[in-house]
Structure formats: structure tokens, C-alpha cells
């Protein structure tokens, strides 16, 4: 069980890195299109711009992680053919997964 769980993090790992890289790719260039500048860096700009850009990074963040994170559990259950440490498979969620009750519970 210990060589699956070290294999279900690389995954989740691989995945989160991928889908995080093209998540910050695309916030960045949304934000230069909609301003016409480049994104605050180091806090420089002004309050307003700052906080935006906060939030709009943090946002595509979260979204990146919960996607990625929902796609590796898809995808190691078609490569396996058993759901990934932490997940039970249940027909009536979407993929097919949910997070075991036991996890949630424990953080």
C-alpha cells in the first residue's frame, strides 16, 4: 500500500504541476489583454491593482489544484483499475470518485 501511495502523489504531483503552469499561463495573458500592461510584481502598482491581480491568481490556483487533482484521480483509476489512497469509487458521483469520508474527517 506504501508504493501506491508514493505513486499516487507523483501522479497527483505531475498533474498539479502541468495544469498549474498552464493555469498561471493563462491569468497572466488574460490580464494582459485586459489591462494592456503586465501583471503587479513584487507589489508594485497601485492597492486596487495589486489586490485584483491577488485575487485573480489565487482564483485560477484554487481552480487549477481542484481540476487537477480531479483529473489524476480519473486518470489513475482508468490506468489501475482501482481508485487512488484517500478515494472510493461511488456510480453516482461525476468521474466516478469521491474522497473517502475517513480523509475529510481527518483534516
Known amino acids: ?21 498552464l493555469a498561471n ?3 497572466t495573458t488574460a490580464w ?8 503587479p ?9 495589486v489586490v485584483s491581480w491577488a485575487v485573480a491568481s489565487g482564483a485560477a490556483a484554487a481552480a487549477a489544484k481542484l481540476f487537477a487533482e480531479r483529473r489524476a484521480a480519473s486518470y489513475w483509476l482508468k490506468s489501475t483499475g482501482y481508485a487512488p ?4 469509487q461511488d456510480a453516482k458521483a461525476p468521474g ?3 474522497k473517502s469520508v475517513e480523509k475529510q474527517l481527518e483534516k
Request: hydrophobic share 40%; charged share 15%; aromatic share 8%.
Open 85 to 88: 489512497p484517500g478515494y472510493e
Open 41 to 49: 510584481k513584487n507589489g508594485q502598482g497601485g492597492y486596487v491593482e
Open 25 to 27: 499561463k493563462a491569468v
Open 32 to 39: 494582459k489583454i485586459g489591462s494592456g500592461g503586465k501583471p
Open 1 to 21: 500500500m506504501v508504493g501506491a501511495k508514493i505513486g499516487w502523489k507523483l501522479v497527483q504531483a505531475a498533474f498539479t504541476i502541468v495544469v498549474g503552469l
Open 96 to 98: 466516478g470518485l469521491v
